[in-house]
């Protein structure tokens, strides 16, 4: 039903960047917080940040002094810019849209964009 839309995925050396990108429609877009998990070969998914409609951020211990989400309402479209990179951020990316009523449980899920940091 709900389609998001999540780019922005790449090959890039440790220490580089990334900026990831997830467009949703308006009517999720303007109502709810968003969200940015990761899943590794062999691992589960994990959660790395989420941004609510008012823009207050939530962010996992292992990235929070080098990645920043942000959301530009006027274009239904989150980002993730990813700095300093590490070979442990390689995973596929999944845009979310997260629960009114509780902001760890997400309800959708975009495609994925794959995420490899090499040494």
């Known amino acids: 039903q709900v389609q998001l839309v999540d780019s922005g995925g790449g090959l890039v050396q440790a220490g580089g960047s990334l900026r990831l990108s997830c467009a949703a429609p308006e009517t999720t877009f303007s109502k709810n917080t968003m969200g940015w998990y990761r899943q590794a070969p062999g691992k589960q998914r994990e959660f790395v940040a989420r941004?609510?409609?008012?823009?207050?951020?939530n962010y996992a211990d292992s990235v929070k002094a080098r990645f920043t989400i942000s959301r530009d309402n006027a274009k239904n479209t989150m980002y993730l810019q990813m700095d300093s990179l590490k070979p442990e951020d390689t995973a596929v990316y999944y845009c979310?849209?997260?629960?009114?009523?509780?902001?760890?449980?997400?309800?959708?899920w975009g495609r994925g964009t794959q995420v490899t940091v090499t040494s």
């Open positions: 979310s849209v997260q629960a009114a009523w509780a902001a760890s449980v997400s309800l959708y």
């Open positions: 941004i609510t409609t008012g823009g207050i951020t």
